[in-house]
């Protein structure tokens, strides 16, 4: 197993294992090629973007991306996407793939990480298990623009 930063060489590999990982449960969603492409380069050319990505026999088994942004605190980064292969979850390949970053944020004095997930599920119980808690500040929040 690789892990190396993403480039646009990967973007591809990792569209592929997007659609296959959240289309499947728990998350259900019905993402095609084309929208989760969409969503990664969009991602991937926002300014700050870094992110890591795991290769095996030349082929995309996880990622994690996301971009930094200044805050009055520092920098910060917004872990945006992670996934892993649904038959490799489990392994230890997430957890060195937010290890490799974790390392890799540091490095660029990045002093804090943060995400969005599904509650009670098997990825906030990973992301606890990765040192990630639940903020008592933070609350996200939601207004649908299509109910007029």
């Known amino acids: 197993m690789k892990f190396a930063p993403i480039d ?5 590999g990792c569209s592929n294992l997007y659609v296959e990982v959240f289309n499947d449960s728990p998350w259900n969603e019905s993402w095609s090629f084309e929208t989760a492409s969409k969503r990664l380069e969009d991602c991937y050319a926002t300014p700050g973007f870094h992110g890591i990505v795991a290769i095996e026999e030349n082929k995309v088994s996880g990622f994690a991306l996301g971009f930094s942004e200044v805050s009055y ?7 945006k996407e992670m996934c892993v292969q649904s038959n490799k979850q489990r392994s230890g390949i997430g957890t060195k793939i937010v290890d490799v970053l974790y390392r ?3 490095d ?3 002093s804090m990480i943060y995400l969005l997930t599904m509650r009670d599920s098997s ?4 992301y606890q298990k990765c040192g990630f808690s639940y903020s008592s500040r933070m ?10």
């Open 8 to 12: 646009s060489s990967h973007l591809k």
């Open 73 to 79: 605190t520092g920098q910060h980064f917004y872990l």
């Open 104 to 106: 890799a944020l540091a």
């Open 108 to 110: 660029k004095d990045i």
């Open 123 to 126: 990825a906030a119980d990973f």
């Open 139 to 148: 609350s996200m929040m939601l207004k649908n623009t299509r109910q007029f």
